[in-house]
């Protein structure tokens, strides 16, 4: 999922100066989420319209059932952030569309404020040839592939000066800014984790993945690396390292990671609509019933898609039947 984020508007005013002529503005930021994979913004100061036109890129491996959360808040300094509105797509509808342009959504759980993006549904290529095009003609900073890694165990994480030693292993993997790692296990010399993964690449021919076996009984103390390079990767056969043995350099000679690795590009043109339209998901959900009254404008501007950019409704109102009785003479 490819998501430029545009601008905001109308946002609360939470930075209220001292004086007549002092009008009140923000210092907004925005969080993106999708499932584990998070962005923040840079923060705009002075303003409740702030731009952005930023783009950010979001592994999905599950489509529905899979929100993408956007959470505005006004930077202060020495103090706590103060929350300024959240909104919710929902990845299926992105999924079936293919692409949104310009998509005005509300903000939910404040007085004012809306927010526009852009939304991409990528589709993932496993041929050799195009993930070396793709890699060989970008030259922004757009993610180009994603690697599965699976980290299945370690093996032989001893210390050959002390024969009692047991760690609490954790595996850190790294790429370029981007750090995630298993759960730790607890005194074991051969973890099993069985835990996957799913990094961004944005350089394929010069990003490597830095993996580390951490104790974290002792400080994180780094007790076995090894390393894999993204475009030898490519080179392999389906573009992937089977699950095999890799070995760690570390003070054990018998020290091991068990983990399979595979490639694959991210194509620059989002997918056409997978759905007609009237079976596409919606992208935000219609108002829930509360006990709040909305007005009949609030209930319409709610329900619609706004990604519909033009077009032409003709109604026909042809006879009305049983309708309910009203003046009754005496």
Same mark, same amino acid.
């Given at each position: ?19 007549? %002529?002092?009008?009140? @503005?923000?210092?907004?930021? #925005?969080?993106? +989420? ?7 913004? =840079?923060? !705009? ?124 292993? %954790?595996?850190?993997? @790294?790429?370029?800014?981007? #750090?995630?790692? +298993? ?7 051969? =973890?099993? !984790? ?137």
């Amino acid at each position: 999922l490819r998501v430029t984020m545009m601008r905001a508007k109308e946002l609360e005013q939470k930075d209220v100066g001292l004086g007549i %002529l002092k009008k009140g @503005t923000s210092d907004p930021y #925005v969080i993106l +989420t999708v499932g584990a994979t998070t962005y923040k913004t =840079p923060t !705009i100061n002075n303003t409740l319209d702030p731009v952005w036109n930023l783009t950010y890129d979001f592994p999905i491996e599950v489509v529905h059932g899979q929100e993408f959360i956007l959470e505005f808040f006004d930077e202060d300094d020495g103090a706590d952030d103060e929350f300024l509105g959240r909104a919710t797509v929902r990845t299926a509808a992105v999924a079936d569309r293919g692409e949104i342009n310009g998509f005005w959504v509300d903000l939910e759980e404040c007085s004012t404020g809306k927010a526009q993006i852009s939304l991409q549904w990528l589709p993932v290529t496993k041929s050799q040839k195009a993930v070396k095009e793709i890699a060989e003609a970008g030259d922004d900073e757009n993610t180009k592939c994603i690697v599965h890694i699976y980290i299945d165990s370690c093996t032989g994480l001893d210390d050959t000066k002390n024969s009692a030693y047991k760690p609490s292993p %954790l595996v850190q993997l @790294t790429c370029a800014k981007e #750090v995630r790692q +298993t759960w730790p296990k607890s005194l074991t010399n051969a =973890p099993v !984790i069985e835990q996957g993964f799913v990094l961004l690449i944005r350089s394929p021919h010069s990003d490597d993945i830095h993996i580390k076996v951490l104790d974290t009984a002792k400080q994180n103390l780094c007790i076995g690396t090894t390393c894999i390079n993204i475009w030898d990767l490519i080179q392999q056969p389906g573009m992937e390292y089977p699950l095999q043995p890799w070995i760690l350099k570390s003070t054990s000679r018998d020290a091991k990671i068990m983990m399979s690795v595979s490639v694959r590009g991210i194509e620059s043109r989002p997918m056409s609509p997978s759905k007609p339209l009237r079976e596409q998901t919606p992208l935000i959900d219609t108002p829930r019933k509360s006990s709040v009254k909305l007005t009949q404008s609030q209930i319409s501007r709610n329900m619609m898609d706004e990604s519909v950019k033009s077009g032409t409704i003709r109604l026909v109102l042809h006879q009305a039947v049983e309708l309910e009785k009203k003046d009754i003479g005496d």
